[in-house]
């Protein structure tokens, strides 16, 4: 069975200052890896994946993440935060095997980041 | 339809009562997914209808929750003699197909059981 990990329900930063989310999962093959982002009242949207090929993504908004085999991470950053981007972040897995039930997503618990001007 | 389209937005009840959430999902998306989403948690996967396949029911929790789905169209997600600890928000999603990694979510549908 899969599961995603996400370090600090809670992350806070300074307006300009590095993000930096966490997020591991646990899994007997590497899945496909996501990131979504929710805006108050809103639905989630897509900020990026990894499905193959290049390890280091890049996604809307300036956020990228690197997915790392050997420590089963797709940690989630960007260089300069804005206001704009506090938010909740989920990081969600879907297996890779054909067939079954590989459909469906599995999600972290979210991590709220908060901007501080 | 531009984006998935849930209502209603909110909905408040009480506690025994029925109470019924739709989805409309983007045009011509074959797949639609529900998930159920409580206050600090991940997302849990609830239901998932493909096009004209029997659907995998295996999230939902117990046997008064049911969801319908008329051909590649509207999703109804019903909930019987609702619980407290049914208040969460439920969530809808739809993909082209099963093997679209992308999932499009709609805004979700606050339930609040009183």
């Known amino acids: 069975a899969q599961s995603v990990t996400q370090l600090g329900s809670h992350v806070s930063v300074s307006e300009g200052a590095l993000v930096l989310l966490r997020c591991n999962y646990s899994?007997?093959?590497?899945?496909?890896l996501f990131w979504y982002v929710q805006y108050p009242n809103q639905g989630l949207q897509l900020l990026l994946k990894?499905?193959?090929?290049?390890?280091l993504v890049k996604g809307i908004n300036g956020f990228e993440a690197e997915f790392k085999k050997s420590e089963t991470s797709f940690h989630l950053t960007k260089p300069s935060a804005h206001m704009s981007d506090a938010a909740e972040y989920f990081c969600?897995?879907?297996?890779?095997?054909?067939?079954?039930?590989?459909?469906?997503?599995?999600f972290g618990k979210g991590t709220l980041l908060t901007v501080n001007p | 339809g531009a984006g998935v389209s849930q209502s209603p937005s909110n909905k408040v009840t009480e506690k025994g009562k029925d109470v019924e959430l739709r989805c409309d999902p983007i045009?011509?998306?074959?797949?639609l997914y529900w998930y159920r989403q409580r206050l600090g948690q991940g997302l849990e996967f609830l239901i998932y209808?493909?096009?004209?396949?029997?659907?995998?029911k295996s999230g939902l929790p117990s046997d008064r929750f049911s969801a319908e789905r008329t051909g590649e169209s509207v999703s109804t997600l019903t909930i019987q003699r609702t619980q407290q600890e049914d208040s969460a928000v439920y969530l809808c999603?739809?993909?082209?197909?099963?093997?679209?990694?992308?999932?499009?979510f709609g805004a979700g549908t606050r339930l609040s059981v009183l």
């Open positions: 999603a739809s993909s082209p197909g099963t093997g679209w990694h992308i999932q499009y």
């Open positions: 045009s011509g998306h074959t797949a």
């Open positions: 209808f493909q096009g004209n396949s029997a659907p995998d």
């Open positions: 969600a897995v879907r297996s890779r095997n054909s067939g079954g039930s590989n459909y469906k997503l599995t």
């Open positions: 990894y499905t193959t090929g290049a390890t």
């Open positions: 899994s007997s093959v590497p899945p496909y």
